[in-house]
């Protein structure tokens, strides 16, 4: 008996590819305004340690934006053979945007090499500063064009569907600006910086843990973490008006998400837990009021459950744990943050910043950027799969949007073989880069930085 079926295969590739896609795309958007916040601070204090870390940073970044292209890439090519039902109402309403990601990256792309071979050739060096600012925006305009697209997907409008099947009032612009862009683009973009900030201050607390107490270190080690806590400062108030969009547009996926079947005032914020088919939970805390202060900002406001949608239209109760799990991240990458200015402050007081870091403080910072990446993953689960059973809410399922070919499982197995040398070949190229060349060699034989 045969058992394939091309939407479970369609979507387990286009899962796998999103979820591979994903660590790249944050990492090509996170790095650059970090590459470029370096390089000013080289430049205004002149201080050849913040110009060795924007040199090196942007050696690295190369190579991330490179395995980058291939899987956006596989992700242009995957929704015309995976998708062609989606794509044709896509590529009518939506083109827009996707349109213009390729070329903010056009523009992502020239500016980063000019800025890689031109190291050193500007009397002043500011000019040089100046070719990273469209790197910067065409990074982050990729991000921002790119969500307008999931965005659309998740709260569609901008076009009308004849009773013959085809588009009609077609509004370019309506369609990218949609209720759930300004917090879609605000939380992916803030969440790029936070990971970017923890991947890179993870890399200076591994060399400080190991001994290596260089100066280039802690001053990268500090860059990171303070910008890292003010962007998870800013993630967690963009997740709160996350919340409250949800509630207003998409209260189905809200009450999945903290599985609140009934519609009440007063609502709970369930944390962890178990739930059987009858929806009893156990072993779950329970926060009084918060979901109710996170739909609505007040404690009485009234919640609508998940028994006000029907039952198939209803998203899969598991992605519960994919919230939890990204929330406590954010939270948890906060309080490194925190913990990290406090100790920073409280040893400048006591010895002049000569005594070390906590080593479990340092161990934090490590273990908050493979957490950081965990959480990226996370949220996108639980926005992707909490539209379900939907690709275009409200008017195109995901079964009806998915191709009808026999052979998509074979392109499951060649893309996932692709994955696996692409993310294999890129760590084994950046851990030599860097281990073969350390900070405080390099920082010897720089000449004019």
Not at 205 to 218: E, F, I, P, Q, S
């Amino acid at each position: 008996m045969n058992h394939y079926d091309p939407v479970i295969y369609s979507r387990m590739l286009t899962a796998i590819t999103l979820a591979f896609h994903i660590i790249f795309a944050t990492i090509g958007v996170g790095i650059p305004m970090f590459i470029a916040l370096a390089e000013w601070m080289g430049i205004k204090r002149k201080d050849p340690h913040y110009l060795l870390m924007a040199r090196r940073w942007a050696r690295g970044y190369t190579i991330t934006v490179a395995v980058g292209v291939v899987t956006g890439t596989a992700i242009g090519l995957q929704l015309s053979l995976l998708w062609p039902s989606f794509m044709q109402v896509a590529g009518q309403s939506i083109a827009l945007p996707l349109f213009m990601e390729t070329f903010a990256f056009f523009i992502e792309a020239i500016f980063l090499g000019i800025y890689l071979y031109t190291w050193n050739r500007f009397k002043n060096p500011m000019q040089h500063f100046l070719l990273l600012i469209p790197v910067v925006i065409g990074s982050s305009g990729s991000a921002f064009f790119i969500t307008c697209v999931n965005a659309f997907m998740n709260t569609p409008r901008g076009f009308n569907i004849a009773e013959n099947g085809k588009l009609t009032d077609i509004q370019p612009l309506v369609a990218m600006f949609t209720a759930s862009m300004p917090t879609k683009v605000a939380h992916v973009l803030v969440t790029a910086y936070v990971t970017a900030a923890f991947i890179l201050g993870a890399m200076s607390a591994m060399a400080l843990l190991k001994g290596r107490n260089h100066v280039y270190y802690k001053k990268a080690l500090k860059v990171t973490m303070v910008a890292g806590l003010i962007f998870s400062l800013a993630t967690i108030l963009i997740g709160d008006l996350s919340g409250k969009y949800l509630a207003a547009y998409q209260p189905e996926k809200l009450a999945a998400g903290e599985w609140h079947f009934e519609t009440e005032r007063q609502a709970p914020l369930i944390v962890g837990g178990v739930i059987d088919r009858e929806h009893n939970i156990r072993y779950a805390l329970r926060i009084p009021f918060a979901l109710s202060i996170l739909a609505h900002g007040l404690p009485n406001s009234e919640v609508i459950g998940l028994n006000e949608t029907p039952k198939e239209l209803q998203p899969p109760l598991w992605i519960h744990y994919m919230f939890d799990l990204m929330v406590s991240i954010g939270m948890l990458l906060f309080v490194i943050g925190v913990w990290f200015v406090i100790a920073v402050r409280k040893r400048k007081r006591a010895s002049g910043d000569v005594k070390p870091l906590n080593k479990y403080l340092l161990s934090l910072i490590i273990v908050g950027a493979p957490l950081s990446v965990l959480s990226i993953e996370a949220g996108w689960i639980y926005t992707e799969v909490g539209r379900q059973p939907w690709i275009l809410v409200g008017f195109m399922k995901t079964a009806e949007g998915a191709t009808k070919s026999g052979q998509v499982d074979i392109m499951l197995w060649l893309f996932v073989a692709l994955y696996f040398v692409l993310g294999l070949s890129s760590a084994l190229i950046l851990r030599r880069m860097f281990k073969n060349n350390p900070a405080e060699e390099e920082l010897k034989s720089l000449k004019g930085v």
